[in-house]
């Protein structure tokens, strides 16, 4: 049981280059989440995905689109990088059982945009 | 909306000492409450959640958080520090709305242990 997964774990790219990070979950999970971790201000949600076919804006969407895949799938992608959007990035999943949802996060895609 | 307050963002202790970390939420409707580990170069792992049942909450290795309304607090506490024990430590915050459970998330604490 891999629960989240996340590729790649590290990566450098260069202002205006592109890139997609992959997430998936084994759990059957219906929610997934992108989160960013800067020091200092915790983690802060990207976009999230409520059910399979469903996604929304979290706190901080400007620079980044998402796409929900099939229920165990959950792409983040940078269109054009900035140095602003250098950070950890996680990804999450929960299970809207008891409605109370325990999030179920992946090891991170640590990112340097120079 | 929610937001939460973590006070501290580095302590230290001796092996052996009481842990003591801070938190402090808003909340408009009684809350949700979680405590997350991130141990170094991994994801978050939860220690324990409030769930508006028993305000002392249990978690693992040892670590339980004490609810109290008054105060608007949720800390996290441990009688023995063990060394590894030293991670960061983030107290979040639930909200629901029609698409599900978000977290808010306080700005961390990193708890070093002293041999």
């Known amino acids: 049981n891999a629960g989240v997964t996340q590729t790649p774990k590290f990566q450098v790219l260069k202002t205006g280059q592109s890139m997609t990070l992959q997430c998936a979950q084994d759990?059957?999970?219906?929610?997934m989440y992108w989160y960013r971790q800067d020091p200092g201000m915790g983690l802060r949600l990207i976009y999230y995905?409520?059910?399979?076919?469903?996604?929304d804006k979290g706190e901080v969407p400007n620079g980044y689109n998402v796409s929900r895949l099939n229920k165990r799938e959950f792409s983040l992608r940078l269109e054009s990088a900035a140095p602003s959007q250098t950070s950890v990035y996680f990804c999450?999943?929960?299970?809207?059982?008891?409605?109370?949802?325990?999030?179920?996060f992946g090891p991170g895609t640590r990112l340097t945009v120079l | 909306a929610q937001s939460v307050t973590q006070l501290g963002s580095h302590v230290s202790v001796s092996e052996g000492a009481l842990v003591l970390l801070r938190c402090n939420y808003s909340s408009s409707v009684p809350p949700y409450l979680f405590w997350y580990v991130q141990y170094p170069n991994q994801g978050l792992q939860l220690l324990l959640k409030y769930t508006s049942a028993a305000t002392l909450v249990k978690g693992i290795n040892g670590f339980e958080a004490e609810f109290k309304k008054s105060e608007t607090s949720f800390h996290l506490t441990k009688p023995s520090a063990h060394m590894s024990d030293a991670a960061e430590y983030f107290c979040?915050?639930?909200?629901?709305?029609?698409?599900?459970?978000?977290?808010?998330f306080g700005g961390g604490t990193r708890l070093m242990v002293k041999p």
């Open positions: 759990m059957n999970h219906n929610s």
């Open positions: 999450a999943s929960s299970d809207r059982a008891g409605g109370l949802d325990t999030q179920y």
């Open positions: 979040a915050v639930s909200s629901w709305n029609n698409a599900g459970n978000m977290l808010t």
């Open positions: 995905s409520a059910s399979e076919g469903t996604t």
